[in-house]
């Protein structure tokens, strides 16, 4: 389903949940039977990402460097799409 965590880093939770709900859809799945798996895969997906930012080194950035990451990652992608 889900590619890579570098991909996951780069997806709201809407957007994770979205993609579980197109799988379900396709498989002719009833929404009440993925609600479960959803928290479930949306847990696993975030403490995914924390090991992968303490491998990294990641994990002690303070909020003020995460938000200037994030806010440099959108304008590169913004520059990208013109």
Not at 60 to 76: D, H, K, S, V
């Amino acid at each position: 389903m889900v590619a890579s965590i570098g991909r996951l880093s780069n997806m709201t939770l809407g957007e994770i949940y979205a993609e579980i709900d197109d799988v379900r859809r396709a498989k002719g799945i009833a929404q009440s039977e993925t609600e479960p798996y959803k928290a479930h895969r949306a847990l696993q997906i975030i403490r995914e990402i924390q090991e992968e930012s303490e491998r990294n080194g990641l994990s002690n950035m303070t909020l003020e460097e995460i938000n200037a990451e994030i806010y440099a990652a959108r304008r590169e992608m913004e520059a990208e799409a013109k």
